[in-house]
């Protein structure tokens, strides 16, 4: 099972992020555009992700993602069971997420092989 702190020492890892503790929450941001967040009871990650591939996503494995609150499908964003993922699959959703709200010459400099 997948840690906060698993994906904070990721996180902090990437360019530019920085950490917040917005109402209770756990956030990761770059600039103000947050990439990834936590539930209050840190048993759901959220994390960005292209809306119009999502639906396939939590079709294809329903126990482990799922849609955020209706207010928020206006936006590329998922939610993950922490419980459901192991450490690979962390690291792929949280550097993806990373890549989409970075400068493309910020996510080219990042070498893909640290996934």
Do not use: C
Not at 94 to 106: E, T
Request: neutral net charge; proline residues 5%.
């Amino acid at each position: 099972m997948v840690t906060v702190e698993d994906v904070r020492e990721l996180a902090l890892s990437l360019p530019r992020t920085e950490e917040h503790l917005i109402r209770d929450r756990v956030k990761f941001r770059v600039g103000r555009i947050v990439y990834v967040a936590f539930s209050r009871d840190e048993a759901l990650m959220g994390f960005a992700y292209p809306k119009e591939e999502r639906a396939a996503l939590i079709a294809a494995e329903p126990g482990r993602f799922l849609l955020p609150v209706v207010s928020d499908q206006r936006f590329n964003w998922v939610l993950a069971r922490m419980a459901a993922l192991d450490v690979a699959e962390m690291r792929e959703l949280v550097v993806d997420a990373w890549r989409m709200v970075v400068p493309k010459r910020v996510s080219a400099a990042y070498p893909q092989s640290e996934r």
